[in-house]
Structure formats: structure tokens, C-alpha cells
């Protein structure tokens, strides 16, 4: 426990934090990646550049600092964390790297107001979230590493199938090289591919797991994007029987398994952890709504899959909107999805489980019409890599 004087210190400084917040981070990574370039890896350079992962931090830094007194409040924003950092593969080491770089950033950005003091409180104050997220981390490692199938660290896989799923969207299906079994996962837990030399770097990244548990293969399912470096290199160099390391399932998005209606409301690559959670529950016998956004058929990816399952379930229907349609298409409804739409999905008690997953600009308009038609707080789901403040403005 930080002792009294820190905690007002801490207290007496996040409004300057927070007023130099973005000055703050966008000194501390240039010089984390300066002195202590072997952390690359572990940081997406697109969040880097959008901005979008320096503005995480800077919101982190600052709820911690304003709730440091009253650290209950964080659970569920520390739970992200640490799942995102056993994802990547965090070390209790990097967390000084990190520590040393940030009180040498509000050093340099606040001036004199970052006195001897200030910096000494911040200091303890790091140390003590460091302590907290690497015992949390190491928890998650040993729970991983004592699973039936499961492991610790990373782990070669072979490719053994590839699927196109739509014009831009492709499913790989890996199974172990040692040949020693799968761990169990829940639903909309995601992996992390590791590349030790994508054009001279290496590189981390997350893709949802697009498949139930308990089958003898792990699948992700992944859109081509224009300059995705991960992604573009999956689709044009990662051939069957290649190998690929890969680390253990994470996530603290998970689907909620219970009676109540289930709604998967997901814009173009966001249905990938919606099948996975479709494809748990169709045997379940709940009534689940599949409602997908996408510009038009040539890139809505596994309709055939959903519209099988529809056939075959009376408990799962699906509804298709599209943008952009072409005239072979036949989805359902055509533009965007809109409250009315949705309301038609609803029960009128408005008591379900509602998903929603995609884009940026989709899942602010689908968390504004979840709200809107009265769906309770606690029962809308989504999982956003970037500040969450960015979906509600």
C-alpha cells in the first residue's frame, strides 16, 4: 500500500497529467523504442501511428492516478490489461523499461512542476500497478501452461487448411507440431501470432479465434487489409504445412452462457468472433439473432456457414444488410443498420445479451442504438482495441 503523502500527491498532480496527457506519451514512446528497441515487437506501429495506442496509455496513467486510493474501480480495466499483456507475452522486466521511460517523459514535459517529490511518488505509485499486473500475469501464465493441451510461452503450429471465406477474408486452421493436444477456450478469446522476421522485423498480433472449442484444430480468420503487414503476410507467404508459433488463447471477451436471447449484431471483419460464438451455442436450443452488416455479398464471409446453421436451428435467424448491393445480391435489408431495424430483433422486455462487434464508425452507431432502445448496461458487449471514450463521443 502506497503510504499517504504519495497518494496525494498522485491525487494533486492527474490534473496536470491529464491536461498534458497526450505531450506526455507522445515522449515516452519515442524514447521506450530509443533505449530499449527489443520492445518493438509487443507494440502495433498502425496504433502507433493512428494514435490510438498512445492515447490508451495516456487514459490509463490517468484513471489510475485519479482511483489510486480506490483501485476496486480499475478491476475490469486491469483484467483487459493483462489479458492483452499475457496475449503478447509481457515479462517482469519490461515493466521497468517502461516505468524508467514514463517518470523520464513527465519529467521532461511538466518541467519544474515534476519536482524531486513528484517524480519519487509517481515512481512508487508505478511500482506498485507493475507489482499488481505481473502477479496477475503470472497467474494467467501458470492457468495456460496446467491446462489439458495447454502451454506456456509460444508454441509451433502447422498450417493444414486454408479457406477463403469471402473476397478479402480467409480462415487458417492450425493444429500443434508436437502433437500434443488443444486447451479448452471460451468464445470470443482471441490468438496471438508471433513472426520473428516479417522483412527484417518481428511482429505480434491478435486474431479471434473464429471457431467453437474441442475441435483438433485452432482457427483465426483474417481480412486483408491494405497495408496490414501481418495480414498481407499470411495470405501471400503462409503456405500448407508452414509453421507459425503461436501463443495461448486470451481475452476477457467472452460469450455470457446463460437463457437469455442472444443478439450477434457484427460490420464486416468483426463477425469472425461471432461465429465462434454462434457455432458454441447453436446446439444450445437459445434464440440467437445473427445480424450482419457488410457493402455486399462478395465480402459478407460465411453466409453459407450461417444460413446452413439457419436451416437446421429454428432458434437461429439471420439477417443480412447491405451497403452497397449488387444487383445479384439478397440481403435481407439494404443502407445501415438503424434502431427500428434492430428493434424488430428485440424482445419487448429488451432482456438479452447483446454483442456487437466491427469497425470503429459501426460500433459507435451500434452502441448508440443498443443504448438507445433500452438494452441494460451490463448486458452490452464489445471488445475495442483503443480508447474506449472513442466509441461514445
Known sequence: MLDTATVQIIK???????????DITSHFYPLLFAQHPEVLPYFNQTNQAKGTQPKALANAVIA???????????????????????????LPHQYDAVGSCLLQAIKAV???????????????????????????????????????????????????????ESSVITSFYFQPFDDKGLPSFEAGQFLTLVFDDIDGVSVRRNYSLSDAAGKDYLRISVKREPNGVVSNHLHNHILLGDKVKLRAPSGDFTLRKNTKPLILLTGGVGITPAISMLNTEAGSGRDIRFIHAALNSDVHAFKHHVDQLALTHDHIKPLYVYSQPEQYCQPHATGFIDASLIAEQLPADRDVEFYLLGPTGFMKAALAIATSLGIPENQIHYEFFGPTEALSA
Open 12 to 22: 494533486a498532480t492527474v490534473p496536470a497529467l491529464q491536461l498534458y496527457a497526450n
Open 110 to 164: 511538466l518541467g519544474d512542476a515534476a519536482t524531486d517529490e513528484v517524480i519519487d511518488a509517481w515512481a512508487k505509485a508505478y511500482g506498485q500497478l507493475a507489482n499488481i499486473l505481473i502477479a496477475a500475469e503470472e497467474s494467467i501464465y501458470t492457468q495456460n501452461e496446467q491446462k489439458t493441451g495447454g502451454w506456456r510461452g509460444e508454441r509451433e503450429f502447422i498450417l493444414i487448411k486454408r479457406v477463403d
Open 64 to 90: 489510475y492516478g485519479a482511483n489510486i486510493d480506490e483501485l476496486g474501480n480499475l478491476s475490469a480495466a486491469v483484467s483487459k490489461i493483462v489479458q492483452k499483456h499475457t496475449a503478447l507475452g509481457i
